[in-house]
């Protein structure tokens, strides 16, 4: 029944406990069987919003009262939002309205708690590649490395964990890359300089990092798909890589790279110029003349049939040398030699882009993991938080949430809650930005003080600072020295923020 399901979910996010929390989701799941826990996965994970289903907040007001008994089964509700979604064409949203009026009438107000959740995408109970993904392992029997793994080829939640309880290890090991289908993104460490990277990795392969939109393109034959980070297909608005790929010498190709729009210097534009032309779903061909994408590839993890996501990462660029020009690859070099990684760095600045990344030679393509294979380098120090709660303005910021207070995951570090508070800022906040982050901050509070408003951990944004100090006011006893708001990362979700671990090998082992 829905009814157990959303009991669990709100269990699991009362608990602070990361351990707890996932031995709490494996009983549960178990206790549903192989049957209906794999659409309980699909509902938990978020996958269900991401079937497009068309609902957001504004949908969701005056729906009907709920229901006084449940009697909503999890797959029957899974076939329901499927109906939802396929809604499409002329009366679309009437329909849609009747069918979502239909379901919520049916809920308890357990299961419509749960429903909201699932269609705006604020869930607690954490991420499939984080808590849920052990959860599932636990629940069947199985490594969580298997789980992740087959996550991060197939991508559909439901799927793994049907796999998992259905058919164990064995059923997980069958699944692999497939072109056409995108997998999740090998993701970089931090450190605070290249001659500190060099110190973990050396000899490395240094790369330019450029801040565009991070793009993987799979062809099979004349057919292109190119994705987002998050996975999104965006093949349709940026014509000009598709062509770019249409070019390579390849019959089937999966690379990884970032698409930036550059100006007629051939220096980077602003990122917001950047992600608007990529998510803009206006005139493709009238943007492209407007504001050209520029492809550059840093990774092939398919060629021509043979799979290399395992294989060392020098062998991938090799690969990808032979089959792209050096127009489309990002400039790179291998060197052991701090001075030469600084003046390497130092180009990159020069070039207008943000830093460098370093990466191990021999290390696989660790596909939706932050690794020790790869290290981002930039010259102001940066980390991805989420805010945790606001406080309210003052002066000419008054009626807007603006000191925000910031935190890390703890990444499982034992004696550590799950989201590690590491400071405050208001500073790097412009007027447009106030009344956007107090919108969306309200959207998602959950509780109040007499200054400060509690909200969801859930919007990640990109934090300036110019160091790390000891502090016993916080949890980890570290806090961030002048802190500054960069950006808000509508692209990252809150399990992709950065980790205690990460800040602490940043402060230089403090």
Known sequence: MLERVARMSQAAAAEPGRTAKIALLADGLRGLGPVEAPAAVALLSGEARRMRIGVGHAALRDLPPPARTAGLGVLETEELLGRIAAVHGRGAQAERRR??????????????????GVLVGELRQGALDGVLAEAVAKAAGVPADAVRRALMFRGSARAVAAAALEGGAAALGAFGLEVGRPVRPMLAAAAPGVAEALARIAPAALEWKLDGIRIQVHRDGPEVAVFT??????TARVPEIVAAARGLPVRTAVLDGEAIALGPDGR????????????????????????????YVFDLLHLDGEDLVDAPGER?????????????RVPRTVTADPAAAADFLADALAAGHEGVLVKDPAAPYAAGRRGAGWI????????DLVVLAAEWGSGRRRGFLSNLHLGARSGGEPGLPEWVMLGKTFKGLTDELLA??????????????????????????????DGIQRSPRYPAGLALRFARVVRYRPDKTAAEADTVAAVRALGRGL
């Not at 980077?268 to 492809?295: I, M």
């Not at 991938?316 to 489309?328: E, I, M, P, T």
């Open 229 to 234: 980070r998050g996975l999104d297909d965006i």
């Open 376 to 383: 981002k380098v930039k010259p102001h120090h940066t980390l």
């Open 268 to 295: 980077p534009r602003p990122f917001q110029v950047t992600a608007a032309r990529t998510a803009s779903r206006q005139d493709p061909e009238r943007l492209r003349a407007e504001v050209p994408l520029h492809p």
């Open 316 to 328: 991938r660029w090799g690969a990808l040398a032979g089959v792209a020009d050096a127009s489309l």
């Open 99 to 116: 069918l979502l009026d239909g379901l919520f009438g049916r809920a308890t107000g357990d299961e419509q708690r749960l429903l909201r």
């Open 436 to 465: 956007w982050q107090t919108g969306e901050l309200l959207a998602r509070e959950t509780g109040r003080g007499a200054y400060e408003v509690r909200v969801r951990p859930e919007l990640v944004v990109e934090i300036a600072f």
